[in-house]
């Protein structure tokens, strides 16, 4: 999801829920506020563009050369995300407390909090598989606190077997 390690968010709310095939899961809704120019534009140009635009009142040296744009008051995204590898800190500088595998990203939003201040809010949700002592323990010890997250495509495990036989196969 994004390219920087240790990014901010607060989990602001958990969802447990059982498939039809009994599998656990966990709904992390995560917050990254404030969501600023730099990590949008890790989600990709069109997001970028669609949020920011270039500060008009750029007279004051000290003023952002990007802002917000202020028509935008919440927008959501449908981005191509590959199933993730997050790793989880209570600080930076700390080693991982907890690696979470094949997490799911869905649901991303992006809101202006107050309707006065030129300032977004980034806020997805976590699909988490609860099967690992990591995923349980996070889910349960850090929520309604605020972790770094770092985020890592997964690749998809081959059945290694069924390749090897059909390279076998082919001889």
């Known amino acids: 999801m994004f390219l920087s390690p240790h990014v901010p968010c607060l989990l602001k709310s958990a969802t447990l829920k059982l498939t039809k095939d009994e599998t656990r899961l966990a709904l992390v809704t995560c917050v990254v506020e404030p969501f600023r120019r730099e990590l949008a534009a890790e989600l990709g140009v069109d997001v970028v563009e669609h949020l920011f635009c270039q500060n008009p009142d750029r007279r004051d040296a000290e003023a952002p050369a990007w802002i917000p744009r ?14 993730q590898l997050v790793g ?17 990203i869905e649901k991303i939003r992006v809101a202006r909090p107050d309707p006065e201040l030129p300032r977004l809010a980034l806020s997805f949700v976590l699909v988490i ?13 850090d929520f309604g606190r605020l972790v770094y997250l770092t985020f890592a495509a997964m690749q998809r495990d081959l059945p290694l077997d069924a390749v090897a036989a059909s390279a076998l196969s082919d001889r």
Do not use: M, Q, W
């Open 70 to 83: 202020p028509e935008i008051t919440e927008i959501g995204f449908a981005l191509p995300l590959s199933r």
């Open 129 to 141: 598989v609860l099967e690992s002592k990591d995923a349980i323990n996070f889910v349960v010890h």
């Open 88 to 104: 989880v800190v209570e600080h930076p500088e700390l080693p991982s407390a907890y690696e979470l595998r094949d997490v799911g």
